[in-house]
């Protein structure tokens, strides 16, 4: 009854009594909280204690950023319910090979995160932050009320007691497991007939291909993209085949971030986590995020840069104060650098400017993924009606792109070809991703 209760008030807090008249209301009410919180922080971890010690609370802005690699070092004096980092990591890998999530840690539950960007993380959630997380899921993703009953399809890598605690008598819940065959899930689906549907854009558009062939038969009344960036080819194939807006969740391993408004368009989930933008390109509006999240005590996430690459958009039309996103481009590794035509400097292409070159050059394309693998290469794998990478639609990509990297000030890069191959099950899919460490510096001369 307990778990419940705490459930149904964040929800209601989430959903209903949380109303702000303006944008600098708001932000006085999400200061207040977060010194409040880091004051407990403060008291309760060895680490930030000593990382912030003689800078005032009030001044937390000027607290070192941290990334996951300090986390990760500093785990044992970092999280404030004495786990280790050995011991968590024992129970979270022993959870994946038995793909039972049930076990937890002194009632403290343990995740794993996917690794995509080459480390793997940890992730402590106590009982009371579960249950918060909880509330705050339903009221920002359940396509109607608590008096509805739903039934909720969730396609993760991994389950999680976290998942499993929006269950109630009018919620259900299955979660279907990346790993197993597709035709089973689709089998699983047409009996299930879920409400909510939840799952990664590279899954999503399988079922809607499914769907368009006939063997789905489910009309959810909402499906929510999540843990991959969500590509403009996936979302018109997944909206034209079951007829509705796709939205998304930005969760991941730091929290739960941004959800989508009923207009579909991202917002930070700012009544729990503060960001602060750290520019790439400020005239582009594009940002790394810098997140405090002021809803977590067990493993406190305070002023944690990502690696991901965040696009802002100036507004939208659903009012609400919370800051918009106009895209999540994935991580910022994954940006190109490629050599000026003076070969003078290295300069950087954003993933989204080569995704939208990539699929403005041709309507024959049902799948891509495009590698830099060296300062001067390309490799492009191409899916096309024919399955033939170097048809006519390979010459329009390398046209297009040829044309983007020219307007950028490139050198135009060695493309090659190959057929496309999607990612094993369980991997993220990343259709842009630099696989060639970056030698020279941006806008200076490379060392040759």
């Excluded at 004051?39 to 609370?57: D, H, M, N, Q």
């Excluded at 890998?93 to 960007?117: C, H």
């Excluded at 959630?125 to 109607?144: D, I, N, Y």
Aim: aromatic share 10%; charged share 25%; with cysteine.
């Amino acid at each position: 009854m307990k778990d419940k209760l705490a459930i149904l008030r964040s929800y209601a807090a989430t959903r209903y009594l949380r109303k702000w008249r303006s944008r600098e209301s708001f932000l006085r009410w999400q200061e207040k909280r977060i010194v409040r919180h880091l004051e407990t922080v403060r008291a309760r971890s060895a680490f930030y204690e000593k990382l912030w010690r003689g800078i005032p609370t009030a001044e937390w802005r000027t607290f070192p950023a941290i990334d996951k690699t300090a986390m990760m070092d500093h785990f044992d004096e970092l999280n404030t319910v004495g786990i280790r980092k050995d011991e968590a990591f024992e129970l979270a890998i022993a959870a994946e090979k038995s793909r039972d999530f049930t076990p937890v840690l002194n009632g403290i539950t343990v995740g794993l995160s996917s690794g995509t960007s080459g480390h793997r993380g940890l992730f402590l959630v106590s009982e009371r932050e579960r249950f918060a997380w909880a509330g705050a899921v339903l009221a920002k993703a359940l396509p109607r009320s608590l008096l509805h009953r739903e039934k909720i399809a969730f396609f993760l890598r991994a389950d999680s007691r976290l998942y499993g605690s929006v269950e109630s008598s009018s919620i259900r819940f299955e979660f279907f497991d990346l790993y197993e065959p597709i035709d089973r899930h689709i089998a699983r689906l047409n009996a299930y007939r879920p409400t909510l549907l939840v799952g990664p854009p590279s899954l999503l558009r399988m079922l809607a291909e499914a769907a368009a062939a006939g063997t789905l038969s489910v009309a959810p009344a909402k499906i929510v993209s999540v843990a991959e960036v969500l590509d403009p080819l996936d979302r018109r194939v997944v909206e034209s085949a079951f007829g509705q807006t796709l939205h998304q969740v930005y969760q991941c391993t730091e929290g739960f971030l941004a959800s989508t408004c009923p207009y579909g368009t991202l917002h930070f989930n700012e009544d729990i986590v503060c960001i602060e933008k750290e520019y790439v390109d400020r005239s582009r509006g594009k940002f790394i995020p810098v997140v405090t999240d002021f809803s977590r005590l067990a493993q406190p996430i305070v002023r944690y840069r990502l690696n991901d690459l965040i696009t802002e958009r100036k507004s939208c039309p659903c009012g609400s104060p919370f800051a918009a996103i106009e895209a999540i481009e994935g991580r910022s590794d994954d940006l190109f650098y490629l050599p000026s035509r003076d070969g003078a400097s290295l300069v950087p292409v954003f993933p989204d400017l080569i995704s939208r070159a990539v699929l403005a050059a041709t309507d024959d394309l049902s799948d891509y993924k495009v590698i830099q693998q060296g300062e001067n290469r390309i490799l492009l794998m191409l899916k096309t009606p024919t399955g033939v990478h170097s048809d006519p639609a390979a010459a329009q990509v390398a046209a297009s792109l040829g044309e983007l990297f020219r307007k950028l000030g490139c050198a135009v890069p060695d493309l090659e070809f190959a057929p496309y191959r999607p990612p094993e099950p369980g991997v993220k899919l990343r259709r842009v991703e630099r696989a060639w460490r970056v030698q020279g510096r941006i806008g200076q001369r490379m060392k040759r």
